[in-house]
């Protein structure tokens, strides 16, 4: 009788390839919410031909399309959030701060386009831990604007404030990816206006 076949034993990844691996999936999934924006029509085998992988792989990683997919929501949200927090680190001026997490804004929806619509444009509603990663990224636009409200002695809500800043953010964004061809003023220009619109704008010193 011939000896059982010994089982096959999965090679393990070099190190921080299954992270890495973990991360394009991840990713792969953000753009197809993006393009469907519907989960249910978002299959483990599409998440990993987007990411030029095997279906194997994708089943080493989550459970099933419903953790990959509420997963990559997390991942979307948490990218965002570092991204406009790196945006201040170092910076004490809160007129410059605000100035670098506007532009950062800016930088992360037109470099992560599918992330960004995940985020903002999908019918998908945040929850649970993309929920709280989703607060604590509006948060940091919140301190932002709390901090510059508070130098200008004006005691307006920050949230109320942030919210505007917000849209106005959102709809330039939302115009400069979806009509690339069209002339638009520049991005600082543009973003300099909101801020004195709304009233966050620095003030001209009165010193003589």
Do not use: K
């Not at 991840?26 to 279906?55: F, H, K, W, Y």
């Not at 927090?85 to 506007?102: K, M, V, W, Y």
């Not at 945040?126 to 709390?146: F, K």
């Not at 709304?198 to 003589?208: F, H, L, V, Y």
Request: one cysteine or more; a negative charge.
């Amino acid at each position: 009788m011939s000896a059982a076949a010994e089982p096959v034993r999965r090679q393990r990844n070099a190190r921080g390839e299954g992270e890495r691996l973990r991360a394009e999936l991840l990713e792969a999934a953000a753009n197809l919410m993006a393009t469907n924006g519907d989960i249910e029509s978002i299959s483990l085998r599409a998440v990993a031909r987007e990411a030029g992988v095997s279906a194997t792989a994708v089943y080493r990683h989550f459970d099933d399309h419903h953790d990959l997919l509420r997963e990559s929501v997390v991942y979307c949200w948490t990218n965002f959030r570092q991204s406009l927090t790196e945006s201040r680190r170092g910076i004490t001026d809160p007129f410059d701060a605000l100035q670098a997490l506007r532009a950062a804004y800016v930088q992360f929806a037109l470099d992560h386009p599918g992330q960004y619509r995940v985020m903002f444009s999908n019918r998908m509603q945040p929850e649970g831990d993309s929920a709280v990663i989703g607060l604590a990224a509006y948060q940091v636009l919140v301190d932002s604007v709390a901090e510059i409200l508070g130098v200008l002695g004006d005691d307006r809500d920050p949230y109320f404030v942030a919210a505007q800043l917000h849209t106005w953010l959102h709809g330039v964004v939302d115009l400069w990816s979806n009509h690339p061809d069209v002339s638009w003023p520049g991005a600082d220009r543009l973003i300099d206006s909101m801020t004195e619109v709304i009233g966050i704008a620095r003030r001209p010193s009165t010193d003589s």
